[in-house]
């Protein structure tokens, strides 16, 4: 035993992840473990290559957010069966073999659907995440769930995908402002999104920034210190999370140990 956890996240800047580590560390200490911070910048090959090498000095268990285009899981599969447990965290994946800390997609998704919807919106667009994350799937069928128990009808035109990144955002946005009846108002997969779409706005059509509403989840610390701030967030718990995630990581360490295999759990946190 190394007595040594890893976290495994695409970007340490991102609010969300350092207070899921907040959460992680505050568990690891208390089961006299140390932890090693790895970033992927949301790129699989990075990911795969630090995975590889932290096998070598046989960390006891790994607890990850897979990066956005992650698709080959044979990694986590072979590291399982050499003796090293793995917990999904946030990002949900397709295996329903790992185990899994995530957030509750669909209250979060039908409260701010309600909350849009009591503001007077009704096209109300949704920007999603990377097609490869499961998790994207997820928050997009809660946003469809969500417009129908409104009774709005669901128009394909109004979703886009994201890779996260401002050039994709801006073009999603130009494709929507570009339609007869763009929308009023947003549903994004996080905050850091609806950030971009205040930038865009500002830069391309000023004239809708104060009207557009957007929600997101992920209620980060920074955008209380913001000038133009989105409409509501949806906390996530992270902080909560990474400590839910440590404590099913150290069960797992404790079952591996044990030579007695658990069934996987997928916890859900709500929002």
Do not use: W
């Not at 090693?36 to 990075?46: A, E, L």
């Amino acid at each position: 035993k190394s007595y040594t956890i890893a976290i495994v996240i695409p970007d340490l800047l991102d609010q969300f992840y350092a207070l899921a580590i907040n959460g992680l560390e505050e568990i690891a200490t208390k089961n006299n473990y140390n932890v090693i911070i790895c970033q992927s910048y949301d790129n699989s090959d990075k990911e795969k290559n630090i995975l590889n090498n932290l096998v070598s000095p046989r960390i006891d268990g790994i607890i990850i957010v897979v990066s956005k285009n992650t698709k080959d899981l044979t990694i986590f599969d072979n590291m399982e069966k050499q003796g090293i447990p793995i917990v999904f965290l946030a990002r949900s994946i397709v295996q329903p073999s790992f185990s899994s800390v995530s957030s509750d997609h669909e209250d979060g998704a039908l409260k701010a659907i309600n909350l849009l919807v009591k503001r007077g919106h009704k096209r109300i667009a949704h920007l999603a995440g990377p097609n490869a994350l499961l998790t994207s799937h997820l928050r997009h069928a809660a946003y469809k769930k969500a417009l129908k128990k409104n009774n709005i009808p669901y128009d394909p035109a109004m979703v886009k995908a994201t890779d996260f990144s401002y050039e994709s955002i801006s073009a999603a946005l130009a494709e929507l402002y570009n339609d007869n009846a763009p929308p009023t108002a947003c549903f994004v997969f996080k905050s850091y999104i609806g950030l971009d779409i205040k930038r865009f706005l500002q830069q391309h059509h000023p004239e809708s920034v104060q009207d557009t509403d957007i929600i997101g989840f992920g209620n980060l610390p920074l955008i209380r210190e913001l000038e133009i701030k989105p409409t509501a967030s949806l906390d996530e718990n992270s902080q909560m999370m990474g400590r839910e995630a440590a404590e099913l990581l150290f069960e797992k360490i404790k079952d591996t140990e044990a030579d007695k295999p658990s069934p996987p759990k997928n916890l859900i946190i709500p929002c």
